[in-house]
């Protein structure tokens, strides 16, 4: 189904009689963000997981002709940390949705309001405003557990930490970075649905891994620093000192990180990295990456900087740098992720 692009236009019940869509996870680039859609009709699936969470709506026209709706919305890793819990839908309840439609597929949504029976409305989508009801859930972009944050402590970058604004650089703007010719065509036959890895739970390699929403947290194992990630579970591994030649580790995903202190300063290098792309929307990467990354706390350990420089012939013009900041959220936790596909 094609639709106009106004702003906030309602769609009627008499126009919601389309084919069932394919349920799948993907990014939100195929969502008109143009436009706001209205159902209304009854819950028939609640698959609340990541990488996003996924509901089935089945709606009635005024005709009685039934259509099924797939809304998706963002990963429960997001949605947690708004108050936003599996236990506030459920199969059978009839409620109000709006939302913005894929420009790829019928009957198919990104959800950002649910309206509840009892008058609740869920804020589903990050920065959404309320539309029906003054009660809601969802405003808070972050909610915290006083006790954890009394208890949270930390020294110099061992702490978990948490994105802080700003944009990424795997966006769709490319973050700046420039590609060779080849690389720059394999990136333009990309198609974000199909060709996704991510999106059939398989995680996401270097440097690709440091773009990402979630927590992360340093933690000290001997003579190796742990960087653990919310995201699919990830645990990088930075080994201080190495005196290892990287040619003889075998070639994974996150490579082979090889770090050091330069005062305060941690710093590190990753090779043997086998991960396939630069970024997350299909710039491909040669084995000959290296990734060299610094790392420091700062303002007493509020915030963390980082500098990130690739290089990679194969695929850039030229070095990559980019610089990033996280912050220390007090009570914030590298929660599970657990990637679960659809049946």
């Not at 869509?21 to 969502?31: D, I, K, R, T, Y």
């Not at 002709?65 to 819990?85: C, D, F, H, K």
């Not at 579970?233 to 290892?244: A, G, M």
Request: glycine letters at 8%; a negative charge; aromatic letters at 8%.
């Amino acid at each position: 189904m094609k639709l106009t692009r106004d702003c906030c236009a309602v769609v009627t019940m008499a126009l919601l009689a389309l084919p069932i869509a394919v349920l799948a996870h993907h990014s939100m680039a195929e969502f008109d963000r143009t436009v706001t859609l209205e159902l209304e009709g009854e819950l028939l699936n609640v698959s609340w997981t990541n990488p996003h969470v996924l509901l089935r709506l089945s709606t009635t026209d005024e005709n009685g002709n039934e259509a099924i709706w797939e809304l998706e919305s963002n990963a429960v890793s997001a949605q947690r940390r708004r108050g936003l819990t599996a236990d506030l839908v459920e199969v059978g309840q009839q409620v109000r949705i709006a939302g913005s439609p894929s420009t790829r597929r019928d009957a198919y949504l990104q959800v950002h309001n649910i309206l509840r029976p009892d008058g609740v409305e869920l804020l589903m989508g990050g920065g959404r405003l309320a539309r029906w009801s003054e009660n809601t859930i969802g405003g808070d972009p972050w909610s915290v557990d006083p006790e954890k944050a009394a208890a949270a402590r930390g020294e110099g970058i061992f702490r978990v930490w948490s994105r802080a604004i700003g944009t990424w650089y795997f966006g769709a703007d490319r973050g700046g970075y420039r590609l060779t010719p080849e690389a720059s065509a394999a990136s333009a036959a990309w198609d974000d649905i199909e060709d996704n890895p991510i999106l059939d739970c398989v995680p996401p390699g270097m440097p690709a891994l440091i773009g990402n929403p979630y927590p992360m947290e340093f933690v000290q194992v001997g003579d190796v620093i742990e960087l653990r990630f919310e995201e699919f579970d990830l645990v990088r591994r930075i080994h201080l000192d190495s005196t290892v030649d990287p040619a003889d580790v075998a070639a994974s995903p996150l490579g082979y990180s090889a770090g050091n202190w330069d005062g305060d300063t941690l710093m590190v290098t990753t090779t043997r990295i086998n991960w396939p792309y630069f970024d997350r929307v299909g710039a491909p990467q040669s084995t000959d990456v290296v990734v060299e990354e610094a790392f420091r706390a700062v303002d007493d350990g509020e915030g963390l900087e980082y500098t990130m420089t690739v290089t990679d012939p194969s695929t850039l013009l030229e070095p990559f740098v980019w610089e990033a900041a996280w912050e220390w959220r007090r009570g914030e936790e590298v929660g599970r992720y657990d990637c679960t596909l659809e049946e």
